[in-house]
């Protein structure tokens, strides 16, 4: 046997994982008052997993599940922060309403019987 069929089954079970917390993130945020405008919004540079706005703020939010949230933090690198700043400006090239929002990049951080933590503010943009 190939472990094509092997892959596939662990990646859709990944995949589930992901949404479960992308879900659960989105429900947190909206209990503290955020709109969530779009979900795992797929750009050149990457994919942004949550973007909300609350007053004059547009969010841009990375999702992280891991067994401890120490780890879940840690695995939002440089590079992936990077990234992230580059899919937020593909994606709000063509939101002319949201020209006016004030952006930030926050993190909510996931893991099993803890409840989620939410990064207000967890990096600046590089210019």
């Not at 992936?80 to 400006?89: D, G, K, N, S």
């Amino acid at each position: 046997m190939t472990k094509k069929p092997e892959n596939a089954i662990l990646r859709r079970l990944r995949e589930r994982k992901g949404r479960r917390a992308e879900n659960a993130a989105a429900l947190w945020l909206q209990l503290k008052g955020y709109r969530i405008l779009d979900r795992r919004a797929r750009t050149p540079a990457c994919e942004i997993d949550l973007i909300a706005t609350k007053k004059n703020l547009l969010v841009f939010v990375e999702v992280k599940m891991r067994a401890r949230q120490e780890a879940a933090l840690e695995s939002v690198t440089p590079q992936l922060r990077r990234r992230i700043e580059q899919a937020a400006r593909i994606w709000a090239t063509s939101r002319h309403k949201l020209q006016n929002h004030v952006w930030r990049f926050d993190i909510v951080l996931l893991a099993p019987g803890r409840m989620p933590r939410h990064m207000r503010d967890a990096w600046r943009a590089e210019n």
